[in-house]
């Protein structure tokens, strides 16, 4: 589906365009001291999205790869693919219309400079190819019915490992040998997601250790590691759920059956 493809570049496009925006507003010190939306609630809508966009489109990206010269894709590959475009794009807009409350709500004024113009120069063409990949996503979605309503999603689709080992067949004796092992992330996946998130969250206490200084108390850096903790936790949950990153073992599966 060609529609298919140019649906999900726009939708990269997009999300390069944010991650730009997010980088240079949230990390570089001088322009975050002049952003508008450097505070809360803002700053947490984008510090969220810019934590689940790259879970969600992880397996959309892998996927992609493997299907992309291929003329006939499998029903699950474009739903799954769709589904990933459009909860990247879902993300990607809400944090956009988050930062362009705060310019219009006139959020800390005070603080504003020149910097403001640059972030603006990348605010602009951001929501622009926003807008573009939204529709091209749509137009895609309504393409694609006949072919969706032909074939439920189905807990034997591949995942992601199984996409990965069709791209590099070296991975395949590998692949396999996850479906048998006792400790196999297919067999514990809510355990992975549980298990990542909260590692994620101590990494992102630490980080902000290592570049804020020592939390002035405890509890803020509970709530900080809850919170990011809580959006590795959906982006996780999202992929497994929605987007296909790990299908159940094949034993599994056919006890399901």
């Known amino acids: ?17 944010f991650g730009t925006l997010f980088a240079v507003s949230a990390q570089v010190a001088g322009f975050r001291t002049e952003s508008p939306w450097s505070d809360d609630p803002y700053d947490a809508l984008s510090s969220y999205a810019a934590i689940v966009v790259p ?45 362009t409350a705060a310019l219009v709500s006139a959020a800390d004024r005070l603080s504003w400079g020149a910097s403001l113009n640059l972030l603006l120069a990348v605010l602009v063409p951001s929501g622009a190819l926003a807008v573009r990949a939204a529709t091209l996503v749509v137009r895609t979605w309504k393409e694609a ?27 395949g004796r590998a692949n396999d040998a996850l479906d048998r092992w006792p400790l196999s992330p297919r067999r514990h996946r809510l355990g992975l997601c549980l298990l990542v998130s909260i590692i994620a969250g101590a990494a992102s206490v630490g980080w902000h250790t290592l570049r804020e ?37 094949r034993d599994q599966i056919s006890c399901e059956r």
């Open 55 to 99: 879970l969600v489109m992880l397996p959309t990206w892998i996927r992609v790869a493997r299907y992309a010269r291929t003329r006939t894709l499998p029903v699950y590959a474009v739903r799954h693919i769709l589904r990933g475009n459009t909860l990247a794009l879902c993300w990607v807009v809400a944090a956009l219309t988050a930062d």
């Open 1 to 17: 589906m060609r529609s298919l493809w140019q649906a999900t570049r726009a939708t990269t496009l997009s999300i390069l365009a």
């Open 145 to 171: 019915q006949p072919l969706l309503a032909t074939e439920s999603s189905s807990a034997a689709d591949s995942d992601v490992l199984d996409d990965l080992a069709a791209i590099v067949p070296a991975l």
């Open 213 to 249: 200084g020592p939390w002035s108390a405890a509890a803020p850096a509970i709530i900080f590691a809850l919170l990011s903790s809580g959006a590795v936790a959906i982006g996780l949950t999202l992929s497994v759920r929605m987007l296909g990153l790990l299908r159940p073992a």
